[in-house]
């Protein structure tokens, strides 16, 4: 493949990792990410179908994007997702194929996930106090999640990165009871701290990670690491190299600067910054005769969208759609 065909924005950030949201539906509602009576979602008949999905990713990856992630909502959700996936693994120049999940339909489909093509996931766990999940999501879920998560280690799924948002005054008093999790089961433990993306995420009691990160250095003798995946996350390791904690900090330490990323939402939309308002809208075009060529130019045209970075401390109400809606 020629250098000119890779894709880059107009900052000359290469763009090679690609978020496909297949659902807006979650069987869950995080306080930080969807309202409890939310009832906005897409149309079922404006979705894009498998095959819509199947042509504009293989456009994308002749174009040099390498990772696709799978999201949602709750990717697991979509009916069929195996099916997608394994013709989405099978793409020529798709490297990498993950998920993100909720894990609570995980034990159903973690071995079929991995026959298909699926090596890796991140699963969403924020507590691990049976209440206090029920308080966060909304729903009584733990041993859910919890089967979920030795389903998919047990079909050989890794590395597995559990994703805890981390809430001031709500679950902060857990980080060392979910250090201590990940190291006991082999996991990536990662802190997030929350965006502030629709009403939901701006209510969410925001928590500065630098001082965790400090403190967990020290404590557990961490030094600096890199784990592949291409995402936003800062890994510190243990020096035996055996355990790695991420820290994902769009607001505290943001990363907007090395950013290889861009969204696509179910209806297919694709979003280019979190933060930002810009986007294109696929749809029309798969649906109204486009030439692969021309979906070639339509993507380069939606990547030189992309802005320079996100403004979540400079405009926290900006944004006004939810995490769900965008894919995560």
Not at 53 to 74: D, S
Not at 118 to 123: A, F, G, K, L, M
Not at 218 to 231: A, D, H, K, S, T
Not at 311 to 319: S, V, Y
């Amino acid at each position: 493949m020629s250098d000119h065909t890779l894709l880059t924005d107009s900052f000359q950030r290469p763009i090679e990792y690609l978020r496909l949201s297949v659902t807006d539906r979650c069987d869950l509602r995080c306080a930080y990410c969807m309202p409890e009576d939310f009832k906005g979602y897409e149309e079922p008949e404006n979705w894009l179908t498998f095959d819509e999905i199947e042509r504009l990713i293989g456009a994308f990856a002749r174009l040099g994007v390498r990772r696709l992630r799978l999201t949602g909502g709750e990717p697991l959700l979509r009916r069929n997702l195996t099916g997608l996936a394994g013709r989405l693994s099978a793409l020529p120049g798709i490297e990498d194929l993950s998920l993100s999940t909720n894990a609570t339909q995980l034990d159903k489909y973690a071995p079929a996930l991995r026959n298909n093509g699926v090596s890796r996931i991140n699963v969403s766990l924020d507590s691990l106090q049976r209440e206090r999940i029920e308080k966060i999501t909304g729903r009584d879920c733990l041993h859910k999640i919890l089967a979920g998560l030795m389903a998919g280690k047990e079909a050989g799924l890794s590395p597995i990165k559990i994703n805890m948002v981390a809430l001031r005054g709500v679950n902060d008093d857990e980080i060392d009871a979910m250090v201590a999790f990940c190291i006991e089961h082999g996991f990536i433990l990662r802190f997030i701290e929350t965006m502030p993306i629709g009403n939901t995420g701006r209510e969410a009691q925001f928590l500065d990670l630098q001082p965790v990160k400090q403190r967990l250095r020290e404590r557990f003798g961490l030094i600096e690491g890199v784990i592949p995946g291409g995402g936003p996350a800062r890994y510190l390791k243990s020096t035996d190299g055996k355990f790695s904690i991420g820290f994902i900090t769009p607001i505290s330490q943001h990363f907007c600067e090395t950013c290889n990323r861009v969204r696509l939402s179910v209806d297919g939309t694709l979003y280019t910054c979190l933060g930002q308002e810009e986007k294109f809208e696929f749809r029309p075009l798969l649906r109204g005769g486009i030439t692969d060529s021309e979906l070639e130019d339509a993507i380069r045209a939606a990547i030189a969208l992309k802005p320079e970075r996100h403004e979540f401390r400079e405009e926290p109400c900006k944004i006004v759609r939810f995490m769900s809606s965008t894919g995560g």
